[in-house]
C-alpha cells in the first residue's frame, strides 16, 4: 500500500481498496467474502461493530504469516458487564459472544473454516484472574490451498474503533463496519 503524502487524505473505501490490492487474489476473496458475512450477522443480531486489519498485512513486504484483524464490538443490550467477576470470568463470557458471530458468519462459506480457537487466559506470571496473558482469538483458513490464515482477534473493549484504539499507532485499515 503506498504511503500517504503528508497532508495527504484518503477515504476509508479507498484504503481498504488500496490494502485489498496487495495481497493475493484468494486473500482478497476470503476478506471480502468475510466481510460480507460479518455484516449480515451483525445485521440480524442488531449490532453494530468493525473489522479492522492491523499487523503486517498493513504496511510490511508480503507474504506474512497471517492477516490480524481486530473485532471492535460497540456496547449491545444483553453484553455481559465488565466488573460483575473477574477479568478472566468476563473476557471467557465476552468470548463466546465473539465466537458465535464468528462461526456464524463462517457458517454461511463452506469454504471458510475454524483452524484454532485461542481462548482467553491468565498470565500465570502473575497468578492474578485479573491478568490476561491473551484476551482470545479465533484462526481461520481456507479449505483449499492458498491464502495466509486470518486471525481474528477479540478485543474486550467496547465502542467505535476510534474510541477504543485512541493513541494506538499502528497503521490499520477499517475492513467493514456495521
Known amino acids: ?60 513486504p508480503l507474504p506474512r504469516k497471517d492477516i490480524d484483524i481486530l473485532v471492535v464490538l460497540q456496547p449491545h443490550q444483553g453484553d455481559i458487564q465488565r466488573g460483575t467477576s473477574t477479568e478472566l470470568d468476563f473476557a471467557l463470557k465476552d468470548f463466546q459472544t465473539f465466537r458465535r458471530l464468528i462461526e456464524n458468519a463462517l457458517n454461511q462459506d463452506p469454504q471458510l473454516q475454524i483452524k484454532e480457537v485461542i481462548e482467553p487466559a491468565m498470565d500465570e506470571e502473575f497468578g492474578s484472574p485479573s491478568i490476561l496473558k491473551t484476551d482470545g482469538s479465533i484462526v481461520v483458513a481456507s479449505k483449499e490451498e492458498g491464502g495466509m490464515p486470518i486471525e481474528f482477534i477479540r478485543i474486550s473493549e467496547r465502542g467505535s474503533y476510534q474510541e477504543v484504539a485512541a493513541g494506538d499507532k499502528r497503521p490499520f485499515v477499517i475492513l467493514e463496519q456495521t
Open 1 to 60: 500500500m503506498d504511503s500517504l503524502k503528508d497532508g495527504e487524505v484518503q477515504s476509508p473505501e479507498a484504503r481498504k481498496e488500496a490494502y485489498l490490492s496487495r495481497l493475493s487474489q484468494n486473500d482478497q476473496d476470503n476478506l471480502r467474502k468475510i466481510g460480507e458475512q460479518f455484516k449480515k450477522v451483525m445485521q440480524e443480531e442488531e449490532r453494530k461493530g468493525v473489522l479492522v486489519a492491523v499487523g503486517g498485512t498493513v504496511n510490511k
